[in-house]
């Protein structure tokens, strides 16, 4: 997805008067506390989408019977700008979101996005806050895009309008200490059959509960199996997983519990590329015990945008807490991250074409 130069937008633009970059303290980035100046808004209403408009960040007023906040259709997607080597910015691999945006809205019975139009929206409003695109290292521009039930009525059925809105956060380095996982066999993030492979708001709000009481347990982390069994290991909190057992990168196979990250798609092909092993198959329980018992589970980390690789430490299993070798020993993960980094920034090869100039 590539934009011609000079298209005719499809959107309003309604730049801000004045900028709130001035106020933001750009050394001490929380994620998802600051907000950009603009925002996009497009609006779904009799059977078709309207014209949407780049205009700034702010607040709404709703129905209290808007029906997102009753029935819950309400998806959303996130994606990331960076900021080039030589001073320009890039998105990385828009394209995936966006569709997995339209996978998401069929799931949930709610309109697909015109996904040219999408893509536009996310360029132009990334170019008019390229102000706001940190430089430093591992710093990005967070893109939010989502999508909700805008109707008031009550009455359970699909909403007959919707609003896109799309905003973006600099968001600064996401440190992450390792993280002590517990694998949950009580708890399910998503069943066979269900919604864990859309990027559905109330997934996530299904998933807190668990996550309080593993944390209570001295854990940071879920790490979720199969609903059905609890023998085969899914997802790590919101991200994906990967391990490296005997040498190999070794994913859980996507299904419609797994969902499709676009961090575990770019691990894998990247990782293939390099010439290393990489399975995707079903991962047991029994087997990540049996190898880390063995000392052949040498590194287990997340995968997913916010924080691209997010080590794992110990996994808390049946009998007890077991712990991975020391990070320094690691391999596999500081070169997937040195890897994505370079892409992302266009500071080494890009082999797929993943790197999307604004
Ligand atoms: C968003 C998400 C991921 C990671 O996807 P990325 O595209 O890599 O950010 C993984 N699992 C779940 C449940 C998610 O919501």
């Not at 590539?2 to 001035?22: K, Y």
């Not at 309080?212 to 069994?229: M, N, V």
């Amino acid at each position: 997805m590539q934009l011609e130069n000079h298209v005719m937008l499809d959107f309003d633009i309604s730049p801000v008067g004045t900028s709130r970059l001035g106020e933001v303290d750009f050394d001490n980035l929380a994620f998802g506390k600051v907000f950009s100046d603009h925002m996009f808004v497009m609006d779904y209403a009799d059977g078709a989408w309207q014209r949407g408009e780049i205009s700034a960040f702010g607040p709404m007023t709703f129905s209290p019977a808007m029906m997102s906040l009753h029935y819950g259709q309400a998806i959303f997607e996130g994606m990331k700008a960076f900021r080039q080597q030589d001073g320009s910015v890039s998105l990385f691999r828009p394209g995936r979101n966006i569709q997995r945006l339209n996978f998401s809205a069929h799931r949930m019975s709610m309109p697909e996005v015109p996904e040219d139009i999408v893509f536009q929206a996310i360029v132009e409003l990334v170019k008019l806050d390229s102000k706001w695109v940190p430089s430093a290292p591992d710093s990005a521009l967070y893109i939010r895009p989502f999508m909700f039930a805008t109707e008031s009525h009550v009455g359970v059925r699909p909403s007959l309008n919707y609003r896109l809105c799309i905003f973006t956060c600099p968001v600064g380095a996401y440190y992450t200490k390792p993280v002590r996982v517990k694998v949950e066999t009580k708890f399910t993030r998503a069943a066979s059959g269900g919604t864990g492979a859309a990027k559905a708001a109330g997934n996530y709000a299904g998933s807190l509960h668990p996550t309080e009481l593993a944390k209570a347990e001295g854990y940071d982390q879920i790490l979720w199996t199969d609903g059905a069994t609890h023998t085969k290991v899914e997802e790590c909190g919101t991200m994906n997983v990967g391990f490296v057992m005997d040498g190999k990168l070794v994913v859980p196979a996507t299904s419609d519990t797994v969902l499709s990250g676009v961090t575990r798609a770019s691990a894998v092909e990247l990782m293939r590329h390099e010439g290393m092993e990489v399975e995707e198959r079903v991962v047991e329980v029994r087997e990540l015990h049996e190898a880390i018992k063995a000392g052949r589970l040498t590194e287990a980390f997340g995968l997913g945008t916010a924080a691209t690789i997010s080590p794992i430490c110990t996994l808390g299993l049946e009998d007890g807490d077991w712990d991975l070798p020391s990070q320094d020993t690691w391999s596999v993960a500081p070169r997937l991250k040195q890897r994505l980094d370079e892409v992302r920034t266009g500071a080494g090869e890009d082999p797929f074409a993943w790197n999307i100039p604004v």
